[in-house]
Protein backbone atom coordinates (compact mmCIF):
# COMPACT_ATOMS: atom_id res chain seq x y z
CA UNK A 1 0.00 0.00 0.00
CA UNK A 2 1.49 3.39 -1.18
CA UNK A 3 1.96 6.13 1.34
CA UNK A 4 -0.25 9.86 1.10
CA UNK A 5 1.68 12.86 -0.08
CA UNK A 6 1.63 15.76 2.40
CA UNK A 7 1.54 19.57 1.24
CA UNK A 8 1.55 22.25 3.49
CA UNK A 9 -0.46 25.15 3.18
CA UNK A 10 1.41 26.73 0.06
CA UNK A 11 1.20 23.34 -1.98
CA UNK A 12 4.55 22.42 -1.39
CA UNK A 13 5.42 19.02 -0.86
CA UNK A 14 6.52 18.14 3.10
CA UNK A 15 6.73 14.48 4.09
CA UNK A 16 5.11 11.25 3.36
CA UNK A 17 2.26 10.18 6.26
CA UNK A 18 1.09 6.63 6.78
CA UNK A 19 -2.82 5.68 6.18
CA UNK A 20 -3.08 6.22 10.10
CA UNK A 21 -0.96 9.92 9.95
CA UNK A 22 -3.57 10.52 7.27
CA UNK A 23 -6.68 9.41 8.98
CA UNK A 24 -5.68 11.37 12.00
CA UNK A 25 -5.25 14.54 9.98
CA UNK A 26 -8.41 14.14 8.15
CA UNK A 27 -10.79 13.27 11.40
CA UNK A 28 -9.24 16.13 13.00
CA UNK A 29 -10.04 18.58 10.29
CA UNK A 30 -6.25 19.81 9.35
CA UNK A 31 -6.67 18.91 5.57
CA UNK A 32 -7.80 21.83 2.96
CA UNK A 33 -8.45 19.41 0.18
CA UNK A 34 -8.05 15.95 -0.96
CA UNK A 35 -5.48 16.21 -4.09
CA UNK A 36 -4.40 13.23 -6.77
CA UNK A 37 -6.19 11.07 -8.83
CA UNK A 38 -6.31 7.83 -6.31
CA UNK A 39 -8.17 7.66 -3.57
CA UNK A 40 -8.34 5.12 -0.18
CA UNK A 41 -11.75 4.78 1.75
CA UNK A 42 -11.16 3.38 5.27
CA UNK A 43 -14.45 2.72 7.06
CA UNK A 44 -15.48 2.25 10.70
CA UNK A 45 -17.82 1.18 13.17
CA UNK A 46 -21.67 1.95 12.75
CA UNK A 47 -23.53 4.62 14.15
CA UNK A 48 -26.30 2.92 16.29
CA UNK A 49 -28.38 5.77 15.97
CA UNK A 50 -28.67 6.43 12.33
CA UNK A 51 -27.29 2.93 11.42
CA UNK A 52 -24.74 4.35 8.77
CA UNK A 53 -21.02 3.09 9.20
CA UNK A 54 -18.25 6.03 9.34
CA UNK A 55 -16.19 6.25 6.45
CA UNK A 56 -13.02 8.75 6.07
CA UNK A 57 -11.72 9.26 1.91
CA UNK A 58 -8.03 9.83 2.10
CA UNK A 59 -6.57 11.25 -1.55
CA UNK A 60 -2.89 10.21 -2.79
CA UNK A 61 -1.59 14.15 -1.78
CA UNK A 62 -3.19 15.91 1.05
CA UNK A 63 -3.31 19.63 1.05
CA UNK A 64 -2.68 20.04 5.27
CA UNK A 65 -3.44 23.29 7.08
CA UNK A 66 0.51 22.51 7.63
CA UNK A 67 2.58 26.10 8.02
CA UNK A 68 5.41 26.67 5.13
CA UNK A 69 9.05 25.92 6.34
CA UNK A 70 10.15 28.31 3.56
CA UNK A 71 14.05 26.96 4.56
CA UNK A 72 12.83 23.40 3.22
CA UNK A 73 12.54 24.67 -0.24
CA UNK A 74 15.46 27.58 -0.52
CA UNK A 75 18.18 26.27 -2.83
CA UNK A 76 20.81 26.06 0.03
CA UNK A 77 18.51 23.68 2.08
CA UNK A 78 20.57 20.51 2.10
CA UNK A 79 17.75 16.88 2.48
CA UNK A 80 19.17 14.18 5.12
CA UNK A 81 21.65 11.72 3.69
CA UNK A 82 20.77 8.46 3.75
CA UNK A 83 21.82 5.56 2.23
CA UNK A 84 18.04 4.83 0.82
CA UNK A 85 17.65 7.74 -1.26
CA UNK A 86 21.60 7.68 -2.33
CA UNK A 87 21.02 4.36 -3.91
CA UNK A 88 18.20 5.77 -5.93
CA UNK A 89 19.65 8.42 -6.60
CA UNK A 90 22.33 6.47 -8.46
CA UNK A 91 19.78 3.89 -9.12
CA UNK A 92 21.46 0.83 -7.37
CA UNK A 93 24.02 1.13 -9.68
CA UNK A 94 27.85 1.37 -8.78
CA UNK A 95 29.50 4.51 -9.34
CA UNK A 96 32.89 3.02 -10.45
CA UNK A 97 32.32 -0.34 -12.19
CA UNK A 98 28.51 0.06 -13.49
CA UNK A 99 27.11 -2.70 -12.51
CA UNK A 100 23.36 -2.74 -10.67
CA UNK A 101 23.24 -4.43 -6.73
CA UNK A 102 20.41 -4.96 -4.08
CA UNK A 103 20.50 -1.85 -1.50
CA UNK A 104 22.21 -5.01 0.59
CA UNK A 105 25.39 -5.53 -1.38
CA UNK A 106 25.86 -1.72 -1.41
CA UNK A 107 28.07 0.87 0.39
CA UNK A 108 28.07 4.78 0.98
CA UNK A 109 31.40 5.88 -0.93
CA UNK A 110 32.88 9.23 0.20
CA UNK A 111 34.49 10.59 -3.09
CA UNK A 112 36.92 12.37 -0.90
CA UNK A 113 37.68 10.11 2.37
CA UNK A 114 36.72 11.14 5.07
CA UNK A 115 40.04 11.12 6.55
CA UNK A 116 41.33 13.24 3.93
CA UNK A 117 38.34 16.35 5.35
CA UNK A 118 35.80 14.55 2.68
CA UNK A 119 32.58 15.88 4.02
CA UNK A 120 29.50 13.09 4.93
CA UNK A 121 27.25 15.46 2.30
CA UNK A 122 25.45 14.57 -0.92
CA UNK A 123 27.96 15.71 -3.11
CA UNK A 124 31.01 13.86 -2.13
CA UNK A 125 29.14 10.38 -1.59
CA UNK A 126 28.12 7.98 -4.46
CA UNK A 127 26.76 4.29 -4.24
CA UNK A 128 29.79 1.79 -4.38
CA UNK A 129 29.69 -2.12 -4.51
CA UNK A 130 30.99 -3.56 -1.20
CA UNK A 131 33.94 -4.72 -3.95
CA UNK A 132 34.95 -1.62 -5.37
CA UNK A 133 34.45 0.50 -2.14
CA UNK A 134 37.08 -1.74 -0.68
CA UNK A 135 39.57 -1.91 -3.45
CA UNK A 136 39.35 2.04 -3.20
CA UNK A 137 39.84 2.25 0.69
CA UNK A 138 41.45 5.41 1.28
CA UNK A 139 41.43 7.49 -1.93
CA UNK A 140 40.09 9.74 -4.30
CA UNK A 141 38.92 8.28 -7.78
CA UNK A 142 42.18 9.95 -9.47
CA UNK A 143 44.95 8.36 -7.00
CA UNK A 144 42.74 4.42 -7.54
CA UNK A 145 43.07 5.59 -10.86
CA UNK A 146 39.08 5.06 -11.83
CA UNK A 147 36.25 7.58 -12.80
CA UNK A 148 32.98 8.06 -11.48
CA UNK A 149 30.14 7.72 -13.90
CA UNK A 150 28.37 10.29 -12.58
CA UNK A 151 29.11 13.26 -10.39
CA UNK A 152 27.12 13.61 -7.04
CA UNK A 153 24.45 16.17 -7.09
CA UNK A 154 22.12 17.12 -3.97
CA UNK A 155 18.72 16.89 -4.59
CA UNK A 156 16.02 19.49 -3.97
CA UNK A 157 13.33 18.45 -1.48
CA UNK A 158 10.94 17.27 -3.86
CA UNK A 159 13.47 14.97 -5.62
CA UNK A 160 14.46 13.85 -1.84
CA UNK A 161 10.97 13.03 -1.31
CA UNK A 162 10.86 11.05 -4.21
CA UNK A 163 13.70 9.14 -3.61
CA UNK A 164 12.68 8.40 -0.36
CA UNK A 165 9.27 6.67 -1.30
CA UNK A 166 10.54 5.73 -5.19
CA UNK A 167 9.35 2.14 -5.07
CA UNK A 168 5.91 2.87 -3.52
CA UNK A 169 5.07 6.41 -5.74
CA UNK A 170 1.60 6.32 -7.31
CA UNK A 171 1.87 8.32 -10.78
CA UNK A 172 -0.44 11.36 -9.74
CA UNK A 173 2.38 11.54 -6.57
CA UNK A 174 5.27 11.11 -9.42
CA UNK A 175 3.99 13.71 -11.65
CA UNK A 176 3.36 16.42 -8.90
CA UNK A 177 7.12 15.92 -7.39
CA UNK A 178 8.41 15.89 -11.12
CA UNK A 179 6.95 19.18 -11.83
CA UNK A 180 9.51 20.83 -9.16
CA UNK A 181 12.94 19.09 -10.11
CA UNK A 182 15.07 21.48 -11.88
CA UNK A 183 15.08 21.60 -15.48
CA UNK A 184 18.58 19.41 -15.81
CA UNK A 185 17.54 16.87 -12.81
CA UNK A 186 19.03 13.57 -13.61
CA UNK A 187 15.56 12.08 -11.78
CA UNK A 188 13.47 13.53 -14.97
CA UNK A 189 15.53 10.74 -17.03
CA UNK A 190 15.02 7.70 -15.37
Known amino acids: MYRILQLDKAGNPTAWLTRRQAIILTASDRIIANLGQSEMVFRGGYNRALGKRSEIVVGSILLTRQRVDKRRHSK ?9 ALFARDG ?17 DHVIPLSKAGPDTWSNCVTACARCNHSKGNHTPEEWGRLLL ?18 QIVADQQQFLQVRFPDNS ?3 LS
Open 92 to 108: QVCMYCGESFADSQLTR
Open 186 to 188: RLL
Open 150 to 167: AVPFKPNWSEFLYLKNHR
Open 76 to 84: HFEPPLTNR
